[in-house]
């Protein structure tokens, strides 16, 4: 029986109320349920003897916590655990937002909630929303505080009433816990800056080059060309310090138990706050060994499993999300493997689902997709993804090199062609990206874009060519549609339900000219939206469109993410199609056409799948039943069907 297991059996019968005092006992319950694999998992990483008073630490840590955190809160608790798998409804639909390019600030943010009911959105990922350096700080992700509101957002009440309002709604929130890293203003790094050796310890700071060096033999580079290297020197504290991603980004040291109890803390008041899902930032490169890419490690594991566990005692409503843009079989790990199953985190970002449907965007051609997808490992019954499109990052083109060769591509010369297709190096493709980080010793890079001007909108709108806009509109609601349709949470980045474009006024804004992803970061165009009902064009082409998809999605119990996926040769490789829940009378028939030419499939596929009956179809997204007079079903360019059993 795996923790969360446990947990549900102590919770009771759904729906009992707990009193005061069963409140109290619940504590006890939980950590003695977990107890053991805490102190395994604790001694495994903190193995001297010396380590005891920190674990006991850890223990009052726990219980000052539970202690903190607000009946409404622990009610919401017991209820989730009655619930079981609530994350793994088909009801959800995300979108994620920086809260000052949507809004402005968090109060106006709440005044946006009935902006997200009109479409049907109910989770959100905000974006770092706490102090920050003045200056360059990635977005937020280099942090001053981990509980601190940055005052351009708003005050920690202001936050406190925002989650309340969310609940209140039956709105999910997401918030980031930067744990690999804080900014270099940070608190602990202004010590170790003036020489403070107990916090010059809570970072990888070393007096030379030594250790540095033999790191560096096997440690990739995350930011080539704005921040190559993994160490920055510090002059004021005269030493060196582990810089993985930007240089004002300094590396907690993980192998210190100090930093895991404060992290702890932070973890702890931050789900205290009323936030229900942890996005665990970075998590992959939380160990660091010399001789190793220092990402996915072992330890690393073990100690996102032992975050894990902590928060089940004080919370176990809340949940975490792996940010881990990693190789698929090391994306699943991060579920929990063997005695960690069910103990890490219980979603994970669907990253090759993502790179492979822009993919088939350049290439027109679905293999790739089919059998990246068709060859993810398996991950637990408990855990599910969030599929996505776009995000606030680059497309990076982590696919299988295997998988390449396997369709006679090279997979050096398919990365280049699909960098020249979006980053405008090629005349005839439609689509406006630009490259991020490219490294010209190896010819890697990635791509950045809004997902309107990577599918073409931004040049038809130039050409002012109406048939080439309403081929982009096609292909927007295409690669929304098929994460609609899969198994998982889908998060759209706000912005795309009305088609917005690149935002290139980053390059004249000093702290942001070096990193190309805030062109797809947009400032929200409400003005458009003021004008969705009134106007027909693309965005309300776009908006409507997206609207009626996810309240269709609402509506089919198939498309819960408890349900089967199966993906079809359709003996054509223009299409992309997949079945959910294809054992019921739910059963739906996912089509996608990724051809700029109309492509058919055979109607006897359709009819042995059981979605055509006496030459009829009907397509659930627009309602209708259709006759097939041939043996061929043709879908247009950009098409995309969800068919009903029948
Ligand atoms: C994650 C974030 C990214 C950030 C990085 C460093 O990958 O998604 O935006 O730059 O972490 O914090």
Same mark, same amino acid.
């Not at 006992?25 to 694999?37: P, S």
């Not at 918030?175 to 310890?201: I, M, R």
């Not at 390059?507 to 805030?518: G, I």
């Given at each position: 029986?795996?923790?969360? %297991?446990?947990?549900?059996?102590?919770?009771?019968?759904?729906?009992?109320?707990?009193?005061?005092?069963?409140?109290?006992?619940?504590?006890?319950?939980?950590?003695?349920?977990?107890?053991?694999?805490?102190?395994?998992?604790?001694?495994?990483?903190?193995?001297?003897?010396?380590?005891?008073?920190?674990?006991?630490?850890?223990?009052?840590?726990?219980?000052?916590?539970?202690?903190?955190?607000?009946?409404?809160?622990?009610?919401? !608790?017991?209820?989730?655990?009655?619930?079981?798998?609530?994350?793994?409804?088909?009801?959800?639909?995300?979108?994620?937002?920086?809260?000052?390019?949507?809004?402005?600030?968090?109060?106006?943010?709440?005044?946006?909630?009935?902006?997200?009911?009109?479409?049907?959105?109910?989770?959100? =990922?905000?974006?770092?929303?706490?102090?920050?350096?003045?200056?360059?700080?990635?977005?937020?992700?280099?942090?001053?505080?981990?509980?601190?509101?940055?005052?351009?957002?708003?005050?920690?009440?202001?936050?406190?009433?925002?989650?309340?309002?969310?609940?209140?709604?039956?709105?999910?929130?997401?918030?980031?816990?930067?744990?690999? =890293?804080?900014?270099?203003?940070?608190?602990?790094?202004?010590?170790?800056?003036?020489?403070?050796?107990?916090?010059?310890?809570?970072?990888?700071?070393?007096?030379?080059?030594?250790?540095?060096?033999?790191?560096?033999?096997?440690?990739?580079?995350?930011?080539?060309?704005?921040?190559?290297?993994?160490?920055?020197?510090?002059?004021?504290?005269?030493?060196?310090?582990?810089?993985?991603?930007?240089?004002?980004?300094? !590396?907690?040291?993980?192998?210190?138990?100090?930093?895991?109890?404060?992290?702890?803390?932070?973890?702890?008041?931050?789900?205290?706050?009323?936030?229900?899902?942890?996005?665990?930032?970075?998590?992959?490169?939380?160990?660091?060994?010399?001789?190793?890419?220092?990402?996915?490690?072992?330890?690393?594991?073990?100690?996102?499993?032992?975050?894990?566990?902590?928060?089940?005692?004080?919370?176990?409503?809340?949940?975490?999300?792996?940010?881990?843009?990693?190789?698929?079989?090391?994306?699943?790990?991060?579920?929990? +493997?063997?005695?960690?199953?069910?103990?890490?985190?219980?979603?994970?970002?669907?990253?090759?689902?993502?790179?492979?449907?822009?993919?088939?965007?350049?290439?027109?051609?679905?293999?790739?997709?089919?059998?990246?997808?068709?060859?993810?490992?398996?991950?637990?019954?408990?855990?599910?993804?969030?599929?996505?499109?776009?995000?606030?990052? !680059?497309?990076?083109?982590?696919?299988?090199?295997?998988?390449?060769?396997?369709?006679?591509?090279?997979?050096?010369?398919?990365?280049?062609?699909?960098?020249?297709?979006?980053? +405008?190096?090629?005349?005839?493709?439609?689509?406006?990206?630009?490259?991020?980080?490219?490294?010209?010793?190896?010819?890697?890079?990635?791509?950045?874009?809004?997902?309107?001007?990577?599918?073409?909108?931004?040049?038809?709108?130039?050409?002012?060519?109406?048939?080439?806009?309403?081929?982009?509109?096609?292909?927007?609601?295409?690669?929304?549609?098929?994460?609609? %349709?899969?198994?998982?949470?889908?998060?759209?980045?706000?912005?795309?339900?009305?088609?917005?474009?690149?935002?290139?006024?980053?390059?004249?804004?000093?702290?942001?000219?070096?990193?190309?992803?805030?062109?797809?970061?947009?400032?929200?165009?409400?003005?458009?939206?003021?004008?969705?009902?009134?106007?027909?064009?693309?965005?309300?082409?776009?908006?409507?469109?997206?609207? =009626?998809?996810?309240?269709?999605?609402?509506?089919?119990?198939?498309?819960?993410?408890?349900?089967?996926?199966?993906?079809? !040769?359709?003996?054509?490789?223009?299409?992309?199609?997949?079945?959910?829940?294809?054992?019921?009378?739910?059963?739906?028939?996912?089509?996608?056409?990724?051809?700029?030419?109309?492509?058919?499939?055979?109607?006897?596929?359709?009819?042995?799948?059981?979605?055509?009956?006496?030459?009829?179809?009907?397509?659930?997204?627009?309602?209708?039943?259709?006759?097939?007079?041939?043996?061929?079903?043709?879908?247009?360019?950009?098409?995309?069907?969800?068919?009903?059993?029948?």
């Amino acid at each position: 029986m795996n923790q969360a %297991a446990i947990h549900k059996t102590l919770a009771g019968k759904p729906g009992s109320k707990p009193t005061s005092g069963k409140l109290g006992l619940l504590f006890e319950k939980r950590r003695a349920a977990n107890f053991t694999l805490i102190q395994d998992l604790f001694f495994s990483l903190y193995p001297e003897a010396r380590h005891t008073a920190s674990f006991e630490s850890l223990q009052k840590i726990l219980a000052d916590h539970f202690q903190n955190r607000s009946a409404e809160l622990k009610l919401q !608790d017991l209820k989730r655990q009655g619930e079981g798998n609530w994350y793994q409804s088909g009801a959800w639909a995300g979108m994620q937002l920086y809260v000052d390019r949507f809004c402005g600030d968090l109060n106006k943010l709440k005044d946006k909630l009935p902006y997200f009911e009109a479409l049907g959105i109910n989770f959100l =990922h905000l974006m770092p929303i706490t102090k920050r350096p003045a200056g360059p700080n990635d977005g937020g992700y280099a942090v001053n505080s981990y509980s601190e509101i940055d005052p351009a957002y708003g005050t920690d009440q202001d936050f406190i009433s925002l989650t309340a309002a969310f609940r209140e709604k039956g709105i999910c929130l997401m918030l980031d816990f930067v744990v690999n =890293h804080t900014s270099d203003e940070f608190p602990w790094a202004l010590e170790a800056k003036a020489g403070n050796p107990k916090y010059q310890e809570y970072y990888y700071t070393f007096p030379d080059r030594n250790l540095p060096d033999l790191f560096e033999q096997s440690l990739p580079e995350v930011f080539p060309e704005t921040s190559p290297g993994n160490f920055t020197y510090c002059p004021q504290m005269g030493r060196w310090v582990m810089t993985v991603f930007n240089t004002y980004q300094w !590396d907690l040291n993980y192998t210190n138990p100090a930093v895991f109890l404060s992290m702890l803390e932070n973890l702890l008041d931050l789900s205290n706050k009323g936030v229900d899902v942890i996005r665990f930032d970075a998590l992959a490169f939380l160990w660091k060994k010399i001789g190793t890419t220092s990402q996915n490690l072992p330890e690393a594991h073990r100690l996102i499993a032992l975050f894990r566990l902590c928060l089940q005692v004080v919370a176990p409503g809340v949940i975490i999300l792996a940010e881990a843009i990693v190789a698929p079989e090391e994306i699943v790990r991060y579920f929990g +493997q063997d005695i960690l199953e069910g103990n890490e985190c219980e979603i994970a970002y669907n990253a090759i689902f993502m790179a492979c449907l822009w993919n088939s965007v350049a290439t027109k051609k679905t293999r790739l997709l089919r059998q990246s997808l068709g060859n993810l490992p398996p991950k637990p019954d408990t855990c599910t993804w969030i599929n996505y499109i776009r995000c606030h990052d !680059d497309i990076g083109l982590g696919f299988d090199d295997s998988h390449i060769s396997a369709l006679g591509w090279d997979p050096h010369t398919h990365r280049r062609f699909l960098l020249d297709y979006f980053c +405008q190096r090629l005349e005839w493709s439609p689509a406006k990206g630009a490259v991020f980080m490219y490294n010209p010793f190896t010819g890697d890079g990635r791509i950045t874009g809004s997902t309107a001007s990577l599918l073409g909108l931004e040049r038809a709108i130039e050409e002012k060519d109406a048939s080439k806009i309403s081929t982009a509109v096609r292909k927007i609601l295409m690669l929304y549609g098929i994460i609609l %349709a899969a198994p998982g949470i889908p998060l759209i980045y706000a912005g795309d339900e009305i088609g917005m474009l690149n935002d290139y006024s980053y390059m004249n804004e000093a702290d942001k000219v070096m990193d190309s992803r805030w062109i797809n970061r947009p400032i929200h165009d409400w003005r458009t939206v003021s004008r969705l009902s009134s106007e027909k064009n693309h965005a309300s082409g776009i908006y409507y469109g997206l609207q =009626h998809l996810i309240a269709l999605r609402k509506q089919q119990p198939g498309l819960a993410d408890t349900r089967s996926i199966r993906y079809h !040769d359709a003996g054509n490789d223009h299409l992309f199609v997949f079945e959910r829940d294809g054992e019921s009378d739910n059963g739906i028939l996912i089509l996608a056409n990724f051809d700029d030419s109309p492509q058919v499939v055979r109607t006897s596929l359709l009819g042995a799948l059981g979605y055509l009956r006496e030459g009829q179809f009907q397509n659930l997204i627009d309602g209708k039943t259709k006759k097939v007079r041939s043996g061929l079903l043709e879908i247009s360019p950009g098409e995309l069907l969800w068919l009903r059993k029948c």
